[in-house]
């Protein structure tokens, strides 16, 4: 049985009705918004409670014909590595990622790395996002045993190169091993949103 269901946007007000039967997700929702989903995040609540699985379907909200969902969209670009092993002993910037274009100014920066740097000696290692020369410092200097360090922009503000961020321009994320010889990076996992407004 289909039934037609109204979705809010929280940030313009505008309303969207869209068709939905009892197995309609809320990931099929997004894909009725957005047909070109790619990079776009949405976040849903039903009076006053967020809807954290995608995969839930929307009638089990207990929503009427009448019913109203509120949404947030945002722009996000993802970045994700798994295991990587940097041998490079350099002072140089080594990009770990493709450059980036960004899709609007950029509002947030969160970030979570698990790695490590050869074990001994020296501590020079870091992962950086690259603006134009400037760069932000993602993680810190890596310690020789394997750590977890988040990094988000809600509790550290973002530097002004970053505020200064366009649509179209471009960023690159990427990492420092360190110069000097025996300098190593050991990442076991890497994962970073930069979303847009």
């Known amino acids: 049985?289909?039934?037609?269901?109204?979705?809010?946007?929280?940030?313009?007000?505008?309303?969207?009705?869209?068709?939905?039967?009892?197995?309609?997700?809320?990931?099929?929702?997004?894909?009725?918004?957005?047909?070109?989903?790619?990079?776009?995040?949405?976040?849903?609540?039903?009076?006053?409670?967020?809807?954290?699985?995608?995969?839930?379907?929307?009638?089990s909200t207990g929503i009427s014909g009448d019913g109203e969902i509120i949404y947030t969209a945002s722009l996000v670009s993802e970045f994700k590595l798994g295991k990587t092993h940097l041998y490079e002993s350099t002072d140089e910037?080594?990009?770990?990622?493709?450059?980036?274009?960004?899709?609007?100014?950029?509002s947030h920066i969160h970030a979570i790395t698990v790695f490590a740097d050869q074990g001994w000696g020296n501590k020079k290692g870091r992962i950086l996002l690259n603006v134009g020369g400037d760069y932000l410092n993602l993680t810190g200097i890596a310690e020789h045993q394997v750590e977890t360090r988040t990094f988000d922009s809600k509790e550290q503000p973002l530097p002004d190169f970053i505020k200064r961020v366009q649509r179209g321009d471009t960023f690159r994320i990427g990492c420092v091993v360190g110069g000097g010889g025996g300098h190593q990076l050991k990442i076991q996992s890497f994962r970073c949103e930069v979303s847009y407004c």
């Not at 109204?6 to 809320?26: K, M, Q, Y």
């Not at 070109?36 to 009076?47: L, N, R």
């Open 1 to 59: 049985m289909a039934m037609t269901v109204f979705l809010r946007d929280s940030r313009t007000g505008d309303t969207t009705p869209i068709e939905i039967t009892e197995t309609t997700t809320f990931s099929q929702v997004v894909n009725k918004l957005f047909p070109d989903s790619m990079g776009t995040k949405v976040a849903f609540e039903y009076e006053g409670e967020p809807i954290s699985r995608p995969d839930m379907k929307v009638v």
């Open 93 to 106: 910037f080594l990009p770990l990622f493709t450059e980036e274009q960004a899709k609007g100014s950029i």
